[in-house]
């Protein structure tokens, strides 16, 4: 049988499509920092915003690795645009983390989908954290680039306690983004938790699946990729990832 476990090339996909998504809206969102007052208040905007896409993401989601993957790939991006080792390492982490929570907590519980999100959120630190890690080389820097009145309203904003402030709004925000995102994306969360034994069967066996015995499905409102899923039935998967009963 083939090993589920391992990333497929459509788990790749999907990790590059929601990946690139999330970060252009972080960086949109990131723009506002060009007015320093907007600043601390971008801790909870940023995993607010961003909740949206990633609950999308979040459905995927059915293997480790995927988020890991994400803050891999965040995290080298803002390397490569000046965030430096501590914006890779606190994107790393933050996609560890969210991987770990995930896959403890179980693919198909909201909970632990909150929870992974908020977890995840706490990566985003790695950006602003070079304001008190980075040293004054950094801070030389905002005042080239930013000018002088820039610069020191800035740190005026962002004091040493702000560090743990921000982690906090961090994961805050991460909770409300992932209800928003929920909110947003109910009709799709209904069917994956009305299936939830179903697709859970798609994943660990891959090729057949046998249909739940809930009332969801007795009543036929259980789905899977438009199928009715009906108690007691087998289904094969074909290689499209789609569904088809075995007729006995």
């Not at 799709?188 to 009305?194: A, I, R, S, T, Y």
Request: net charge neutral; glycine share 12%; charged share 15%.
């Amino acid at each position: 049988m083939e090993n589920t476990k391992k990333l497929t090339g459509k788990d790749l996909i999907n990790v590059g499509i929601y990946t690139a998504m999330t970060l252009v809206i972080f960086f949109v969102v990131g723009l506002l920092t060009a007015l320093p007052v907007v600043y601390p208040f971008l801790f909870i905007i940023w995993p607010i915003v961003c909740g949206i896409p990633m609950m999308l993401y979040y459905t995927k989601i059915q293997k480790f690795g995927m988020l890991t993957i994400t803050g891999i790939i965040g995290g080298i991006f803002f390397y490569l645009i000046g965030y430096g080792w501590i914006g890779l390492l606190g994107w790393v982490l933050g996609g560890i983390l969210s991987d770990v929570v995930l896959k403890i907590g179980g693919y198909q519980k909201f909970k632990a989908t909150v929870l992974s999100y908020a977890c995840f959120c706490l990566g985003i630190m790695g950006c602003p954290a070079n304001l008190w890690f980075a040293g004054e080389a950094y801070w030389e820097n905002i005042h080239t680039s930013m000018g002088d009145q820039y610069a020191n309203t800035l740190q005026s904003l962002m004091p040493s306690w702000m560090l743990y402030v921000g982690f906090a709004l961090l994961f805050v925000g991460g909770i409300l983004g992932a209800l928003l995102g929920h909110k947003m994306l109910k009709k799709h969360f209904e069917e994956l938790e009305l299936c939830n034994g179903a697709v859970q069967a798609v994943v660990e066996t891959d090729r057949l699946l046998l249909g739940p015995t809930n009332q969801a499905a007795a009543d036929g409102r259980c789905r899977y990729r438009g199928i009715s899923i009906q108690p007691h039935r087998l289904y094969d998967r074909g290689g499209d990832d789609s569904l088809r009963p075995v007729v006995d």
